[in-house]
């Protein structure tokens, strides 16, 4: 077995049962908690990333949106 490849994410407020753990493990991407042993296999590791870009993308686009028509987020 590969050695998994992680990163974290948290939300602006950081609390540590939001915290979410992607890692990469024979070609698919998975998400964890901390401090929890539950994993949860998203899907090929290419197909999400392309969904994680594709998220990214239009979380950009919905900012500058807002931001013209003066909502914050």
């Given amino acids: ?3 998994p490849v992680v990163s ?3 939300s602006d407020r950081w609390e540590p ?3 979410i753990i992607f890692s990469s493990r024979e070609g698919f991407a998975w998400a964890s ?4 042993e539950v994993a949860i296999r998203l899907g090929r590791h290419e197909m ?3 969904m994680m870009q594709d998220f ?3 979380d950009a686009l919905g900012k500058r949106l807002n931001k013209q028509r003066g909502v914050e987020d």
């Fill in 33 to 36: 908690w901390p401090e929890t």
């Fill in 1 to 3: 077995m590969s050695r």
């Fill in 56 to 58: 990214l993308a239009q």
């Fill in 8 to 10: 974290s994410f948290t």
């Fill in 48 to 50: 999400v990333a392309a």
């Fill in 17 to 19: 049962e939001l915290g």
